[in-house]
C-alpha cells in the first residue's frame, strides 16, 4: 500500500511532469489562458494517459514475446493514436455533453509528448512493473500535468490585467512564470519517504 | 532560386521553430542542460526533418488525403528509430544523456508541422531545403539555450573530452540554470531578446521604406 502511495506523490509533486521532467510543455503553454480549457485539457490527458499506459504496457509484453523490441516506439505512438481515435468516439456516442466540453483537445492529445513519454518510461524505468503500476503511474503523471496547467492558468488570468513589457507579452513572460513555479515544485525533490 | 534562398532562410531567423514558432518545446527546455546535448539533440531531429520533408514530399501523390496524419508518423518513427539505433550502437553516452527525448522526436510538432504545411504541397527539393533550414533554426537554438545554461550554471563548457573554464563564472557557478526551472527562465529571457531584436529590425525596415517613399 505504501509503495502505491509513494508512486502517486513521486508523480505528482516530486517528478512532476512538466515542471521537472519537461514532458507535454506545447499544451502547456498552448492551452493555459483560460481555467476552464486548462482543465478540459487536463481531464482529458488523464483520461487517456492512464488507458495509454495500461494498454502500451499489454503491448509491450507482446513485443518482448516475440523479440522485437526496437519496435517500442513506432507500436506506442500508432496505439496511442488509435486509442485517441477510439476514446473520442466513445466518448461522442455515449456523452455528448463530456464530447463538447473536451471538444478539440482530443486530438491533439496524440502529439501530446507527456503521453509517449509515460508510456516508454512505464516500461523502461520500472523494474518490477505491473499492470496496476503502469496504470496509476500514467493517471498520477496525468493529475501532475492538470495540477501545473491549472496553477499556469490562474497566473495568466491575473497576468491579463497587469501592464507588461511589450517584448515580454505572450509566452516568455509565460515562461518566467513556469520557471518560478518550476522553482516551487523543485522543493518537492529532497522528499525521501 | 529565390524561392530557394527564401526557403532556406525562412527557418532560421524570421520563422525559426523555437523562438517564433514555439514548436518542439519539450527537447528545447529537457535536453539543453549543456552546448554538447543541445547540439547533438538538434543535429538528431534535423536528421529525422530532412528525411521525413522528403520521402512525404515523395510519396504526397499516393498518400490519401483522409489517413494522412497516421502515414506522417509512421514515416518519421520510422527514421526515429533509425536514430535510435544508430545512436545507441555508436554513441552509447550521449543516448544515455538525451534518453527518452530522442524516442519523443516523434511526437516533435516542428517535424509533423512541417509535413502537414510544407512537404505536403511541395517538391522535393524544396522539401529538403525547408527541412534543412528549419532543422539549423531548431539546432542553433538549442545550442545557443544549451550554451547559456552550461554557462551560467557550470561555469565551464565541455565539448567532448575538451572542457573550457571561464574565469569569473565559473567561482560563482548558480546550479539552478541547470535545474527545470533555470531552463523556463532562459528560454523566456532569449526569446525576449529574440522579439527585440526582430521587431528593431522591422522598425528599420519599414522606416526605410518610408524614406524611400517620400523621397519619391
Do not use: W
Not at chain 1, 150 to 170: H, V
Not at chain 2, 39 to 65: E, K, W, Y
Not at chain 2, 131 to 139: A, C, D, N, P
Not at chain 2, 161 to 183: N, Q, R, W
Amino acid at each position: 500500500m505504501n509503495f502505491y502511495l509513494v508512486l502517486i506523490i513521486n508523480a505528482i509533486f516530486i517528478n512532476n511532469f512538466i515542471l521537472s521532467q519537461f514532458l507535454g510543455i506545447c499544451p502547456f503553454l498552448g492551452v493555459s489562458r483560460k481555467t476552464e480549457t486548462a482543465l478540459g485539457m487536463g481531464f482529458a490527458v488523464i483520461f487517456v494517459m492512464g488507458i495509454a499506459s495500461a494498454i502500451t504496457y499489454a503491448v509491450n509484453l507482446l513485443l518482448i514475446e516475440f523479440n522485437v523490441q526496437y519496435l517500442q516506439t513506432i507500436v506506442f505512438i500508432l496505439v496511442i493514436a488509435a486509442l485517441v481515435q477510439l476514446v473520442e468516439m466513445v466518448i461522442k456516442k455515449f456523452s455528448p455533453s463530456l464530447y463538447s466540453a473536451l471538444g478539440v483537445y482530443l486530438p491533439l492529445i496524440t502529439t501530446n509528448c507527456a503521453v509517449l513519454g509515460v508510456a516508454i518510461m512505464n516500461v523502461s524505468i520500472f523494474e518490477n512493473t505491473s499492470l496496476l503500476i503502469s496504470f496509476l503511474n500514467g493517471v498520477a503523471s496525468g493529475a501532475g500535468f492538470t495540477l501545473a496547467i491549472l496553477i499556469l492558468a490562474g497566473i495568466r488570468e491575473k497576468l491579463e490585467r497587469s501592464t507588461i513589457p511589450e517584448p515580454f507579452k505572450g509566452f516568455p513572460i509565460t515562461l518566467i512564470c513556469a520557471g518560478i513555479m518550476s522553482m516551487a515544485f523543485a522543493a518537492f525533490s529532497g522528499m525521501t519517504f | 532560386m529565390n524561392k530557394k534562398i527564401d526557403v532556406l532562410k525562412n527557418g532560421i531567423i524570421k520563422n525559426n521553430p523555437t523562438f517564433r514558432l514555439v514548436l518542439g518545446t519539450c527537447p528545447t527546455l529537457a535536453v539543453t542542460t549543456s552546448a554538447m546535448n543541445g547540439l547533438s539533440m538538434g543535429l538528431a531531429t534535423m536528421f529525422v526533418l530532412v528525411c521525413s520533408n522528403v520521402l512525404i514530399s515523395l510519396l504526397r501523390s499516393i498518400i490519401p488525403d483522409k489517413v494522412r496524419i497516421p502515414a506522417y508518423i509512421l514515416v518519421i518513427a520510422t527514421f526515429v528509430i533509425m536514430v535510435e539505433m544508430i545512436m545507441k550502437a555508436f554513441l552509447p553516452d550521449l543516448y544515455s544523456a538525451l534518453g527518452l527525448f530522442i524516442s519523443l522526436i516523434v511526437v516533435n510538432c516542428i517535424i509533423l508541422a512541417r509535413a502537414e504545411s510544407f512537404a505536403n504541397s511541395n517538391t522535393v527539393g524544396l522539401a529538403a531545403l525547408d527541412g534543412i533550414s528549419m532543422g539549423i533554426g531548431f539546432t542553433l537554438a538549442l545550442t545557443l539555450m544549451g550554451f547559456v545554461r552550461e554557462l551560467l550554471g557550470a561555469g565551464a563548457i565541455t565539448l567532448g573530452s575538451l572542457s573550457l573554464k571561464i574565469p569569473v563564472i565559473s567561482d560563482a557557478a548558480m546550479t539552478i540554470f541547470i535545474l527545470p526551472a533555470g531552463g523556463f527562465f532562459v528560454f523566456g529571457f532569449l526569446m525576449v531578446i529574440f522579439n527585440v531584436l526582430v521587431n528593431k529590425a522591422e522598425q528599420r525596415k519599414n522606416h526605410k521604406l518610408k524614406e524611400e517613399r517620400a523621397e519619391q
